[in-house]
């Protein structure tokens, strides 16, 4: 696809399903005691967990997108930035989002997000990498789906030496 904003997006929802995977798996093993998930259930609807199974469904949901929106922004970027080291300034970009929304949380002091334990903060900052990692390798994967592979002809053999001219010969 050629379209920038419907790569972006595709990309960062993948991005976001595959940070969420991380996310319910460091759950599972209590590496974490914040998901993204529960970020976006925190944003939502304005309690703390425990959350229903429908209520992180539909943030679940809601974070999915909200990973497309960011993956859009972030593709519509790329012409400003180039391409090159995608995956690096996808990460950084990444960070920048985590860092930005630790902040406003804890500037707001939003009930829930704070404090955090130590082994959650990393868990978010290893959910944060996966997403932008993701996200820069399926974008530059569609990025240059379009592309055809440009091709340079080289001859085989050796120039032929210049031959002379009919009007370079001498007149009899």
Same mark, same amino acid.
């Given at each position: 696809?050629?379209?920038?904003?419907?790569?972006?997006?595709?990309?960062?929802?993948?991005?976001?399903?595959? &940070? *969420?995977? #991380?996310?319910?798996? &460091?759950?599972?093993?209590?590496?974490?005691?914040?998901?993204?998930?529960? #970020?976006?259930?925190? =944003?939502? %609807?304005?309690?703390?967990?425990?959350?229903?199974?429908?209520?992180?469904?539909?943030?679940?949901?809601?974070?999915?997108?909200?990973?497309?929106?960011?993956?859009?922004?972030?593709?519509?970027?790329?012409? !400003? =930035?180039?391409?090159?080291?995608?995956?690096?300034?996808? #990460?950084?970009?990444?960070?920048?989002? #985590?860092?930005?929304? %630790?902040?406003?949380?804890?500037?707001?002091?939003?009930?829930?997000?704070?404090?955090?334990?130590? %082994?959650?903060?990393?868990?978010? /900052? /290893?959910?944060?990498?996966?997403?932008?990692?993701? !996200?820069?390798?399926?974008?530059?994967?569609?990025?240059?789906?379009? @592309?055809?592979?440009? %091709?340079?002809?080289?001859?085989?053999?050796?120039?032929?030496? @210049?031959?002379?001219?009919?009007?370079? !010969?001498? *007149?009899?």
């Amino acid at each position: 696809m050629e379209d920038r904003i419907t790569n972006g997006f595709l990309a960062g929802t993948i991005g976001g399903i595959t &940070a *969420n995977v #991380w996310g319910f798996t &460091a759950g599972m093993f209590h590496l974490t005691t914040l998901r993204f998930v529960d #970020w976006m259930a925190i =944003i939502l %609807y304005g309690h703390v967990p425990p959350f229903t199974f429908g209520e992180i469904f539909l943030a679940l949901l809601g974070h999915i997108v909200f990973c497309g929106m960011l993956g859009t922004a972030f593709a519509q970027l790329t012409p !400003q =930035i180039s391409s090159r080291n995608l995956v690096f300034k996808s #990460w950084l970009y990444f960070m920048a989002v #985590w860092f930005i929304i %630790y902040t406003i949380t804890t500037l707001f002091k939003t009930e829930g997000t704070t404090p955090l334990p130590v %082994y959650t903060v990393l868990s978010n /900052i /290893i959910s944060a990498t996966i997403l932008g990692v993701v !996200q820069a390798l399926v974008l530059r994967n569609l990025l240059s789906a379009g @592309k055809q592979p440009e %091709y340079r002809i080289v001859p085989a053999m050796k120039p032929l030496p @210049k031959q002379k001219n009919k009007d370079d !010969q001498p *007149n009899d």
